[in-house]
């Protein structure tokens, strides 16, 4: 069984991202994760925002996200769902660490804290979902 443990609709804008990032270092450290492995979702959370902001809105549109967490037992799903053009799944990809260039590695880095982060069919009236599951030690 789940429970919903956080529910935020907010503006697609940088400077929304902070109170972001510290209700869900609350929550998640709330469920019993360890402070490294909070800080580790944090940084993925915040990572999979700027990219919706940065990439799916783009600087000429606003538009909201919203976030849900829920919990199963020891494990946190988190859904990002934006309203932004659908995104073709297979052009989101890290680029190869030997490309030395600023910026670029938020899927990397994504893939590599969570357990699984994967593009979802959205409902309707929605552009992307992105669902990211977390197992909590």
């Not at 869900?24 to 979702?41: M, N």
């Not at 988190?78 to 297979?90: G, K, N, Q, V």
Request: proline share 7%.
């Amino acid at each position: 069984m789940s429970a919903s443990i956080l529910e935020l609709r907010f503006p697609a804008r940088a400077k929304e991202l902070k109170g972001i990032r510290d209700a869900v270092k609350q929550r998640v450290l709330a469920c019993g994760a360890r402070p490294e492995c909070a800080t580790d979702v944090v940084m993925a959370v915040d990572e999979a925002c700027q990219n919706v902001i940065r990439h799916a809105y783009g600087e000429d549109r606003h538009g909201e996200i919203v976030l849900t967490i829920e919990q199963r037992g020891d494990t946190l799903i988190f859904s990002l769902m934006d309203f932004a053009p659908r995104t073709d799944p297979a052009k989101v990809q890290p680029r190869e660490l030997d490309d030395v260039r600023p910026g670029g590695l938020g899927t990397f880095l994504i893939q590599e804290v969570m357990d699984s982060a994967e593009f979802v069919d959205p409902p309707p009236g929605c552009g992307n979902l992105l669902r990211m599951v977390k197992r909590i030690e």
